[in-house]
């Protein structure tokens, strides 16, 4: 849950949340966790942070409720120095990657709106492929990591006309199945749902 004191807070205020990192870390990267997916391994490792935003913005007439970015600091001098410096405060390192989740709506989606906005923001951070479509890594032996767009970006309407293109199709059979997480391995991996038993 985020903090209460953020949620009251009368600007927007963003705050670090090394717990969900943690807890992304556990219960979805670990191949011992509740909700493990095997399409994030190539997360386990990488220089990840999360941080919490007081509250959603808007942008092209949406709600944005979370967001995943490479970090890529295009400043110099002083402005580059005050950036790194930021992220060492806030993580104890600089990152590569960061998710931003708005606190608002976190502290009252159900455990499942939660976990899907979570997995979406992983799903963002990819791991690069060759022109052969094989992994690529780094000189470490590390993965290559890098943002993926939406696999799936179409407007209902264009659907509705002219039918579904390939892409939306596999959305559509995606969705016309069971989910592959059950409610209670959400709520197992939750630690709301853990204090709302107790």
């Known amino acids: 849950m985020p903090p209460a004191a953020l949620l009251e807070s ?20 670990a191949t011992t966790g509740s ?68 606190a608002d709506y976190c502290a009252q989606c159900t455990d499942a709106e939660f976990c899907a906005l979570v997995e979406h923001e992983l799903y963002h951070i990819a791991q690069a492929t060759d022109q052969y479509g094989a992994p690529k890594f780094t000189q470490d032996g590390m993965p290559k990591l890098e943002m993926r767009g939406h696999d799936v970006e179409e407007f209902i309407g264009v659907v509705r006309r002219y039918g579904a293109s390939q892409e939306v199709q596999q959305l559509i059979d995606a969705a016309s199945r069971p989910p592959e997480v059950a409610k209670i391995n959400i709520s197992r991996a939750c630690g709301t749902c853990l204090l709302k038993l107790a």
């Open 10 to 29: 009368l600007w927007l205020t963003l705050r670090p949340a090394p717990e969900v990192w943690e807890w992304i870390q556990r219960e979805i990267l």
């Open 35 to 102: 909700i493990h997916k095997e399409e994030h391994a190539h997360l386990i490792d990488a220089n990840i942070g999360v941080l919490w935003a007081s509250s959603a913005f808007n942008q092209k007439g949406r709600s944005v409720l979370g967001q995943a970015e490479q970090l890529m600091i295009r400043a110099g001098g002083w402005q580059k120095a005050r950036q790194e410096q930021q992220m060492r405060e806030w993580f104890g390192e600089e990152l590569q990657f960061l998710i931003t989740l708005a």
